[in-house]
């Protein structure tokens, strides 16, 4: 059973930083070969996709509005990811969910993120 578990989302003021981390679990081919992705959804709009990172050549890429202020990174032998925010916004509120495609599609369970002085 695959399973991808996140955490780490919580609520910060903006301008702060929080880290979240994905663990996938059950992936029935090599994690490197996997392209990971986190995406957001926030209340009554569409989820998009924040950042991804191609399998086998790992390369990252990143919503417009989110460059140089997320970072997204893969560990490969630990079958994690994690995206680290900083300089965050109010419109960075969503809940953000992990990704993995190869040949099937996988999402976590989700993770609240909520940006609010």
């Known amino acids: 059973q695959v399973q991808l578990v996140e955490s780490g989302g919580g609520l910060v003021q903006p301008g702060g930083s929080l880290r979240l981390s994905c663990a996938a679990r059950?992936?029935?081919?090599?994690?490197?070969?996997?392209?990971m992705s986190w995406y957001r959804q926030a209340p009554g709009k569409e989820r998009e996709l924040v950042a991804t990172s191609t399998g086998g050549d790992g390369v990252t890429k990143y919503l417009d509005s989110v460059d140089g202020r997320f970072t997204m990174s893969r560990d490969n032998v630990g079958n994690t990811v994690v995206l680290q925010m900083y300089s965050l916004k109010p419109q960075d509120t969503a809940v953000y969910y992990c990704?993995?495609?190869?040949?099937?599609?996988?999402w976590g369970q989700g993770t609240q993120v909520t940006v609010s002085s």
């Open positions: 990704y993995a495609r190869r040949t099937q599609d996988y």
């Open positions: 059950g992936l029935p081919f090599l994690f490197k070969t996997y392209t």
